[in-house]
């Protein structure tokens, strides 16, 4: 099976597994896949983070759709922005980015949703659909200390809005106390991404966006 990237994982998280129906906003989806896309790109070493800012350190994407399109984006600016900035910017464009590479690489297929303007986004294969929310618990209930891959999809879920990822077996104080215990064990330049999601996450709360 095709190893899921970051923002494949989140995706799949953002819609039911069997269906492809959304269950999350569509702001709370581009939110992560901001952040997935922008910690994929950390991970294969295009960018990195220096005082919560984003800066591209090396000159060729890495071949990861939708990765590849915030890459673009990053080298193309002559100045450097935040986590937060790039979140916020990026949150928009994503989810539409995001389901058009799934298409093209096969693992979903794109139906419209009777009456509404959002699609239903059906998995061409459940073993993979359904392998990001098992990555995703396996890093919460395993007994090591989770490699930081997984481990940041679990923390981009929950801290984006997937909140029944640990349900019924954890309720919301333990999955807190885990979230606050693995985001500080993990590299600095990660825990400041998945910061910047949280403080979109939190601000688009505050001001009501949550279409």
């Known amino acids: 099976m095709r190893r899921l990237t970051l923002v494949d994982s989140f995706f799949f998280l953002g819609h039911d597994e ?9 702001t709370s989806l581009g939110i992560g896949l901001a952040g997935a896309a ?20 090396a000159e060729r994407p890495a071949g990861i759709p939708t990765a590849d399109h915030v890459f673009s984006e990053i080298v193309s600016e002559t100045g450097t922005h935040s986590v937060r900035d790039w979140v916020n910017h990026l949150r928009g464009e994503l989810p539409s980015v ?9 693992l979903v297929r794109q139906t419209p949703m009777l009456l509404r303007r959002r699609h239903r986004y059906p998995p061409e294969d459940l073993l993979v659909s359904m392998a990001a929310r098992s990555k995703a618990r396996a890093a919460v209930f395993g007994v090591d200390r989770p490699d930081p891959h997984a481990a940041c ?14 349900e019924p077996e954890l309720g919301r104080a ?8 693995t985001h500080h064990g993990l590299p600095r330049r990660i825990s400041d991404v998945v910061a910047g999601v949280a403080a979109v996450a939190a601000a688009v709360v505050y001001t009501g966006d949550r279409k």
């Open 18 to 26: 069997f269906t492809g129906r959304p269950s999350l906003s569509r």
């Open 153 to 166: 999809l679990a923390l981009l879920a929950w801290t984006a809005g997937v909140d029944d990822l640990c």
């Open 38 to 57: 922008l910690c994929d790109l950390l991970f294969t070493d295009r960018i990195t983070v220096e005082n919560r800012k984003v800066r591209a350190i």
């Open 98 to 106: 995001a389901a058009g590479n799934l298409v093209a690489l096969g």
């Open 174 to 181: 333990h999955v807190r106390a885990w979230m606050e215990d």
